[in-house]
T-cell receptor, first 117, second 114 residues
Framework: GAVVSQHPSWVICKSGTSVKIECRSL??????MFWYRQFPKQSLMLMAT?????????EQGVEKDKFLINHASLTLSTLTVTSAHPEDSSFYIC?????????????FGPGTRLTVL | GDSVTQMEGPVTLSEEAFLTINCTYT??????LFWYVQYPGEGLQLLLK?????DKGSNKGFEATYRKETTSFHLEKGSVQVSDSAVYFC?????????????FGTGTRLQVTL
């Protein structure tokens, strides 16, 4: 149980285009989902917290107009990287909080590798 | 703010060796503590957790004890296997309103050889 999927697993795009990444909780409902960015050989940096039916809460330094987050249902959150540039190339990971497992217990998706040319 | 400090890797051990990965934290209040593991090519998986002082989390032969007096949550395993090769992340959870945010350490890569 508690499986989180992401799609696509990798994407290559041209500079200036937009890319959408989907995050789904497959067997549980997630009122809260999180989006992280992971740089090579570094830890995960929280970008934003996404709550179903409301606006996402962004961490300091994260551009909300560049990284659009939509949490339309209890099983789906999307991250859209708008007007992507090479510096946006990274590994993006989502997670979902499964309330019954206790506070702070998050289940992670496998990640999406974004390469912007 | 909250922070987690882990020992830098990589850690290279022979199979059946004893493993310790140190983790210390700084937080206000009483956070929950976690160890997550990331196997090559896969997403992070919860390995174990502890929610209050003196609690011991354990799973798959790994264990860690929540030590409030030393603000530590060191990960240990008595006999590692090649299949334990992965990156291990220590994390803490601070409750902020309705969401529980995780703060991660930098990760420690473990390589186990035959």
């Amino acid at each position: 149980g508690a499986v989180v999927s992401q799609h696509p697993s990798w994407v290559i795009c041209k500079s200036g285009t937009s890319v959408k990444i989907e995050c789904r909780s497959l067997d549980f409902q997630a009122t809260t989902m999180f989006w992280y960015r992971q740089f090579p050989k570094q830890s995960l940096m929280l970008m934003a917290t996404s709550n179903e039916g409301s606006k996402a809460t962004y961490e300091q330094g994260v551009e909300k107009d560049k990284f659009l987050i939509n949490h339309a249902s209890l099983t789906l959150s999307t991250l859209t990287v708008t007007s992507a540039h090479p510096e946006d190339s990274s590994f993006y990971i989502c997670s979902a909080e499964e309330g019954l497992a206790g506070p702070g217990t998050q289940y992670f998706g496998p990640g999406t590798r974004l390469t912007v040319l | 703010g909250d922070s987690v400090t882990q020992m830098e890797g990589p850690v290279t051990l022979s199979e059946e060796a004893f493993l310790t990965i140190n983790c210390t934290y700084t937080a206000t209040g009483y956070p929950s503590l976690f160890w997550y593991v990331q196997y090559p090519g896969e997403g992070l998986q919860l390995l174990l957790k502890a929610t209050k002082a003196d609690d011991k989390g354990s799973n798959k032969g790994f264990e860690a004890t929540y030590r409030k007096e030393t603000t530590s949550f060191h990960l240990e395993k008595g006999s590692v296997q090649v299949s334990d090769s992965a990156v291990y992340f220590c994390a803490l959870s601070s409750n902020t309103g309705t969401a529980s945010k995780l703060t991660f350490g930098t990760g420690t890569r473990l390589q186990v050889t035959l």
